[in-house]
């Protein structure tokens, strides 16, 4: 056996065609010396790795026929469609008229019983349909407040957004609004107001609104950060608002790379916490200059967020005929404020974008 | 129930020894199934071929190596690894970046996680294997990849690559073999 190449013996192994008398007097040898053993294991890998390649890629052809003899059958063959689609669809039928059932039997249920009871049924619903927090949210707040403006559906998507003049020119993101029929924000006071697109640039993913109603203000002061017109520096702090639930959540953390997803340069990376629903917030260095706009997160790792460079922002609005309105600050009145007061003055002019879509 | 698993179990069992009809029929099914979810999904055809192939590699791989007992029907299993596969996809597309709002739909199909990891690592590990076969040079690349990859015998090989007989060829493939070795291990340590 000794004789033997080492691949003559690992092929033998591998098939299973070895000696009983061969195996032992290899077993003996692997046990005396360990660097036969290791070499024996490699070799043994390396055959097993190429079988299974050779394997795998005649598989892959026989797929490939397959698939060529499954769809050159005529279409006279197949079977009729209307029975295996009501077959397809029926678990989602299912859930969609469980779902209806569901959340017409809780409207209906809080509309009659309008009292003290309700908060604890109420949260209790709330953690079982967690998808319905919104929608639920917002029938009561019907009740209670009878607010004035308020969008007959549920929101189908959620994301923050934030004022560029206080007379309600404002920035998100694109995907937030991408497809929607309306698109109301929800400010400090939790009003609605509704919303029309002004100018947007999909690659950047960047958006800007105008509240439609003219007596709107985000508040009593003109907006008080500015927009950076360049890039901020490797390694500076930032902080971000947003609204991931219905109330404001403050984020911190710096700037990891200048450059965005696979080297995007009209992209920061950022080290900072964001959820679902923070797309489109604004992302502040630590003197109160909007640096830029969260678009989306690195889906592998926590914490890895990408924002938008605020210059996508200003690119855009040189674009659109109503760059005269929109006037912006050359510098930021927050300069020299602590962080709470900077975000107390912020929040202000931070609100959510509800989208609704047929 | 019984009789249609246990038909199921035949049925894979031909499917992975390599029986053309065996696979033609599952493919069949299978290629109609995803091909129509797909549509709704915002997929293609050729889309739906890519998905449907390589979850039907998943179940190959997975069963050849013996530790496969169907606890469901084959379709079923396809269908979920299709889907979860398509998901995966739709991701990459997005170059990577999840938009935010809409990351409950990519969390519907996280079944099978293990299934197609394996299979995702499988497939680098054979794609770390051809590369380093394209590093070998001649003739031993071609030399190899007919004996493994072609399934040719060796006294079919030793006429094609103009050896006397077959035992030459062979020694000439081990040779290889260790050459192909020490690359393999050189690429993988990166």
């Known amino acids: 056996m000794y004789n033997k190449n080492i691949w003559e013996l690992a092929e033998a192994w591998v098939d299973g065609s070895m000696h009983a008398a061969d195996k032992q ?52 063959t197949i079977v009729p469609k209307t029975i295996s689609l009501v077959r397809n669809h029926w678990r989602t039928a299912a859930i969609a008229a469980s779902i209806a059932i569901i959340t017409s039997l809780a409207t209906f249920w809080i509309a009659q019983h309008n009292n003290n009871k309700i908060a604890s049924q109420y949260s209790l619903l709330r953690r079982d349909l967690e998808t319905y927090k919104r929608s639920q949210n917002k029938i009561i707040r019907d009740i209670k407040e009878q607010a004035t403006v308020t969008p007959q559906l549920e929101a189908r998507y959620t994301g923050t957004g934030f004022a560029l003049t206080n007379d309600g020119y404002l920035v998100t993101s694109y995907h937030v609004i991408s497809g929607a029929d309306s698109v109301y924000i929800q400010n400090r006071d939790g009003n609605y107001y509704k919303t029309h697109i002004v100018a947007f640039n999909e690659a950047t993913d960047v958006v800007v609104l105008k509240v439609e109603d003219k007596k709107f203000r985000f508040s009593k002061q003109d907006v008080p950060y500015s927009i950076a017109k360049s890039k901020k520096k490797l390694g500076a702090r930032v902080f971000t608002l947003g609204f991931p639930q219905d109330e404001i959540v403050y984020n911190e953390g710096y700037i990891s790379a200048k450059n965005g997803y696979n080297g995007d340069s009209s992209q920061y990376r950022l080290d900072i916490p964001a959820g679902p629903g923070q797309s489109g917030s604004p992302v502040a260095d630590a003197s109160g200059n909007i640096i830029g706009i969260i678009t989306g997160k690195e889906s592998e790792s926590e914490g890895t967020t990408y924002a938008v460079a605020s210059e996508a922002i200003i690119d855009l609005l040189n674009s659109v005929p109503e760059k005269n309105k929109i006037r912006l600050n050359a510098y930021s009145k927050l300069g020299k404020l602590g962080r709470e007061q900077q975000i107390e003055k912020m929040e202000y002019y931070t609100c959510a974008i509800k989208v609704y879509k047929k | 129930m019984h009789n249609d698993l246990y038909t199921e179990q035949e049925l894979l069992r031909q499917l992975v020894q390599g029986n053309h009809a065996a696979m033609e029929e599952v493919y069949s099914r299978q290629y109609r199934m995803v091909s129509r979810w797909m549509a709704k999904m915002g997929g293609n055809d050729d889309d739906a071929a890519d998905i449907c192939q390589e979850s039907m590699i998943v179940l190959y791989e997975k069963s050849r190596n013996g530790d496969f007992e169907l606890t469901s029907k084959l379709s079923t299993y396809l269908f979920a690894i299709a889907r979860n596969l398509w998901y995966k996809k739709l991701q ?10 809409e990351g409950d739909e990519l969390n519907i199909a996280a079944n099978y996680e293990d299934d197609i990891k394996a299979h995702q690592e499988r497939e680098i590990h054979y794609k770390q294997l051809d590369q380093a076969l394209d590093k070998l040079g001649e003739p031993c690349a071609s030399l190899l990849k007919s004996f493994y990859f072609n399934d040719n015998s060796m006294q079919q090989i030793a006429a094609d690559f103009g050896y006397t007989n077959a035992d030459n060829a062979k020694t000439q493939k081990y040779k290889c073999l260790a050459r192909l070795k020490k690359l393999f291990y050189s690429t993988q340590v990166k």
């Open chain 1, 25 to 76: 007097l290899l077993d003996e040898r692997k046990q005396a010396d360990p660097a036969f053993a290791a070499e024996f294991r490699d070799a043994v890998n390396m055959l097993r790795s190429l079988q299974g390649s050779g394997d795998h890629k005649r598989f892959k052809n026989a797929l490939a026929e397959a698939h060529q003899s499954a769809t050159a059958q005529q279409p006279g």
């Open chain 2, 92 to 101: 990459g597309r997005q170059a990577g970046v999840v938009k935010i709002d």
